[in-house]
């Protein structure tokens, strides 16, 4: 086994040391440039590959690697162009072997996107998505990307779109406030038809609110946040597994339909600290690009669920503009039938797709008479809750949406038209959060019960337990 300290990261916590079952490493007096003293790789020889120094680690300064069955070296045009000083490609081999790892729903996202491909990420610090930020400033630069730390989120999304049209899968990242400054940029990325993924980690607002506190009161700005008539998609993580997971499926589904796509996580998640599962194999979805010659870049293809989408510098005439636009890309503001053409287009890329677009969790359906729904970090304590409710009797079920935009509107009508449900508990970190769109789909077929809860605190397993058995008197 070969165990590296990637010193640049190291803070000299011991950890590594204190945990190896081996003695492997040891405490030293060398200092890296921070000033912190880096154990060091005393009896290599004794390593038994348990990775428990690598899991860790609070700063993934350490890769175990079996030095046999590691994989080969990125290949030059995957190498980032400044030779880097020290070993940078352990990491690329790291993120892409199978593995089991304790990782913060953060860092989850930041894994996810180097596995989907990422190549750019602009953004600009801010709890509880900081994290973000610091893995994406870590793994880029060893698998050939680009961070930019940018001076605000305007800029972190325009950045990142213009990554995407540089050719390079991009992804940005914030919380709250950041989240309200970048809307004008997502309703860019629609009109455009850029790819990139955007993470709102939410916290308690308006404003600047509870910076380090949970939320889930962003559902209708994911949604509705710019103007005009748009869809989107939206996904939101209950694990950090999921974390890991959706960001991949993020960028998958925004290269497929050539949109901008968010995650939508909390605080809690992206905070929470789990065991992820790195899949032996990963699907990626590439950038399609047009054949030279072809010149119609934006609108509905003749085939598939988006145009081929150049890349500046790659000899296509590339023409990229926020207002109306025909197919080339060329600007007609005053043309009806060509706004008209273009919007219905955006909007009917989403919900002709829904099938392939919405995912959601379902248990305990067949004989629920509540149902109790719920997503993101919230949806743990409300299965939890059924769960207890159930053993004690009461026929409740549970639904969480995995997709939140579009909606499960069609799941949750066929199971609204069975009858059996009489009562729908929805459990969120919000006043207003999901409850609405719930509301619409529901239309009157039995009774709602919004179980809110604000101020930074998750539900607990028995708050929701109360609001059930509350339903079932
Ligand atoms: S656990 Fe990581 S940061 Fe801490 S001393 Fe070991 S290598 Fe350095
Ligand atoms: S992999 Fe296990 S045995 Fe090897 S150095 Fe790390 S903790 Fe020690």
Redesign the pocket.
């Known amino acids: 086994m070969s165990v590296r300290?990637d010193e640049r990261?190291?803070?000299?916590?011991?950890?590594?040391?204190f945990m190896c079952p081996k003695k492997v490493?040891e405490e030293s007096e060398a200092l890296n440039k921070k000033g912190?003293a880096?154990?060091k790789v005393a009896h290599p020889e004794n390593c038994i590959n348990c990775h428990i120094?690598e899991q860790?680690?609070?700063?993934f300064?350490?890769d175990v690697l079996d030095e046999k069955k590691a994989a080969p070296s990125p290949s030059a045009a995957q190498k980032p162009q400044a030779a880097p000083k020290v070993p940078t490609s352990t990491r690329e081999m790291k993120t892409l072997a199978p593995r089991t790892i304790l990782l913060q729903g953060d860092e989850a996202i930041a894994e996810g996107a180097i596995a989907a491909g990422c190549k750019f990420y602009g953004g600009y610090p801010i709890t509880p998505a900081t994290e973000i930020a610091e893995g994406m400033s870590r793994l880029l630069p060893l698998n050939g990307g680009k961070f930019i730390q940018t001076e605000d989120e305007i800029s972190a999304i325009g950045a990142a779109i213009g990554a995407s049209w540089a050719g390079a899968k991009s992804m940005t990242a914030t919380s709250g406030p950041g989240f309200s400054l970048m809307q004008e940029n997502i309703g860019y990325a629609v009109m455009t038809e850029t790819p990139c993924v955007i993470v709102d980690v939410q916290r308690s607002g308006p404003s600047t609110g509870q910076a380090t506190k949970p939320a889930q009161g962003d559902a209708m700005q994911a949604r509705f946040g710019s103007h005009g008539d748009y869809e989107i998609i939206a996904l939101s993580p209950s694990s950090v597994q999921e974390c890991f997971d959706l960001t991949i499926r993020a960028f998958n589904l925004s290269e497929k339909y050539r949109v901008p796509v968010i995650i939508l996580a909390d605080g809690e998640i992206g905070h929470l600290r789990e065991s992820v599962r790195i899949p032996k194999k990963i699907e990626i979805l590439n950038r399609r690009m047009p054949e030279q010659g072809i010149s119609n870049f934006f609108g509905k293809p003749e085939q598939g669920t988006a145009a081929p989408m150049p890349a500046f510098g790659t000899g296509h005439f590339v023409h990229v503009t926020g207002s109306t636009h025909k197919e080339d890309g060329m600007r007609d503001v005053t043309t009806k039938e060509v706004h008209e053409r273009m919007v219905k287009w955006f909007c009917d890329k989403i919900n002709e797709n829904k099938d392939d677009l919405v995912q959601f969790e379902e248990k305990f359906i067949e004989d629920a008479e509540i149902l109790v729904i719920s997503y993101g970090a919230t949806a743990r304590p409300a299965l939890g809750a059924v769960q207890d409710a159930r053993k004690s009797g009461m026929k409740v079920g549970f639904f969480r949406p995995v997709t939140i935009w579009p909606s499960p509107e069609k799941r949750l009508r066929e199971i609204l038209a069975k009858g059996k449900i009489k009562k729908i508990i929805v459990s969120e970190m919000a006043l207003r959060g999901y409850f609405p769109e719930i509301e619409r789909i529901v239309a009157g077929k039995c009774e709602l019960v919004h179980n809110s809860k604000i101020g930074g605190e998750i539900h607990t397993k028995d708050e929701i337990l109360t609001a059930i058995k509350e339903a079932n008197k």
């Open positions: 300290i990261y190291c803070k000299g916590c011991g950890i590594c040391v490493l912190f880096v154990p120094c860790h680690c609070p700063e300064a350490i």
